[in-house]
């Protein structure tokens, strides 16, 4: 028989019964030395039927009056026979009756007992997914696993909480979860602070590097080591929409006519004419005068690093785009770029492997089901989606790539910046702990079965998060999210037979290549 033993009371006994019901509230006293958490899923048994609630606020106090209460605490006076009692707050969420699970049809009675949720309860939830990210915490206890399923990723999701609550472990588990179900899911990864591949923090941590099956089933890029670059060659006027959202129509025209008459290597002779005659030269070649359009689309394509944009037919984001497709998840670490680069390569990146999808499922369906499906994890994810910036290409797929299996996972501390339409669409969601009041604010108002948790989501302690995932997981799931270190322990060593992604040292061969040529050239 299950016990709670930091309660020392048998979980299969009553902890209180219920004192007052109100819509989807319920109210019960706890019995004396028995205590509950914000969050916890407690069950009350009423006439035939089985109610969920989960615990968001109490009180304790006794039936003295206030006047009473403070003569006896000033030791000034005693009283006679009193009762104290704690007085808990629940909500509802989940009813069962019959074997047969819903959203309630009613509430329960007063004087009915009141139970913490066990293992058989934790069945009964159906909180298992096959991207297991923790377990269910019942107070001091971890019962069942709770995780996503496989449909929940083109649904969108987003993770959110302050520094340090948690959020790069949660990452890692889920993206690790995904390897693990390669080649049926993929992850294309954008780590900002380059802590993924090798973990967080100065002490020795584990990273993705550290998955047993890393070398046949990821692949790392590094701006680092110059090897990350896109061809200036590569890039279409359409790209260029991409690199620069606030591109005009007439620049994007005129960028047209230039590409349809130079070809490929557009860029590179249009910036040599610029430099030599002007704008006059650069109109000429595409025979236009709007000077103004002429300079501001030079302004942009100028502003092209050459380290980043090299002029060359070759860049790693065709790789990146073919190793997806292959099931083999690609990590793109852009740590120490500017925010710029940054952007560029990120909206680039992602724009070109989630139009292979959509390019895919128009023009070759029977290939198309055979792609994972995909989750893109975007961190600093309100930099890309603030209402308040121009739209980028996640914003599209969080609104409009569900039907082609492409998901994104927005990694972010302020939840409260991200688009309201796009947070409409983040079907699961990793909430963990926040203490700034507007993100919580945010949180609670615009996420279904919230609206009670705003003091449950500032409470939360490091690693502990609130798992909503619909359609399955109607309500917001307290979990303690596994430590990575631990779920890599468990694992050990696996092998799956994969075709291996291209490895570095044949994208070092291309690049000596290309350095060869260039070399030549000059």
Known sequence: ????????????????????????????????????????????????????????????????????????????????????????????????????????????????????????????????????????????????????????????????????????????????????????????????????????????????????????????????????IVGLYTITPEKLITLFPDLGVPQFRLARKLHRKIGKGWIQEVREVYGAEGYAGVGRLADYKMKHVIEALLLKISSLSHDLFPSSDYSFVDSVTQNIAKGITCLVDISGMSSDEQNKIVCLTASTVAQHYKHMWEENYEEWKKLPTLLITLEEAHEFLDPNKLRTIFSDIALTYRKYRVGLNAVTPRPSRINFDVFAELWTKVIMKTELRKDRIYLTENTPYLEYSDTEIKMLDVGEALLISEPKIKFAVPIKVTHYPEYLTKKGKEGYELPESQNLSEMDKRLRQLNEQKSLSL
């Open 1 to 228: 028989m299950l016990t709670n033993g930091s309660l020392g009371v048998n979980m299969s006994e009553s902890i209180g019964f219920v004192c007052g019901t109100e819509g989807d509230k319920v109210s019960f006293f706890l019995n004396h030395g028995v205590s509950l958490s914000y969050g916890q899923i407690v069950r009350i048994d009423s006439d035939g039927r089985s109610f969920y609630a989960r615990v968001v606020n109490a009180q304790s106090s006794s039936t003295l009056k206030t006047i009473e209460q403070l003569r006896e605490a000033e030791g000034k006076e005693a009283f006679g026979p009193y009762s104290s009692f704690r007085n808990v707050e629940a909500v509802l969420f989940l009813e069962k009756r019959e074997n047969k699970i819903r959203s309630p049809t009613f509430n329960p009675n007063y004087r009915d007992k009141v139970f913490t949720a066990n293992e058989e309860d934790c069945t009964i939830l159906r909180l298992f997914g096959e991207l297991e990210v923790g377990h269910l915490r019942s107070g001091e206890q971890l019962l069942g696993s709770a995780g996503i399923n496989f449909e929940a990723i083109p649904l969108m999701m987003g993770m959110f909480g302050m520094t340090g609550s948690g959020k790069t472990n949660t990452e890692l588990i889920l993206n690790a979860q995904i390897i693990d179900n390669s080649p049926q899911t993929v992850a294309l990864i954008f780590d900002f602070a380059g802590q993924l591949l090798e973990g967080k923090g100065i002490k020795p941590q584990k990273g993705l590097k550290d998955h047993p099956l890393f070398s046949i089933k990821v692949q790392y890029y590094s701006a680092r080591d110059r090897k990350m």
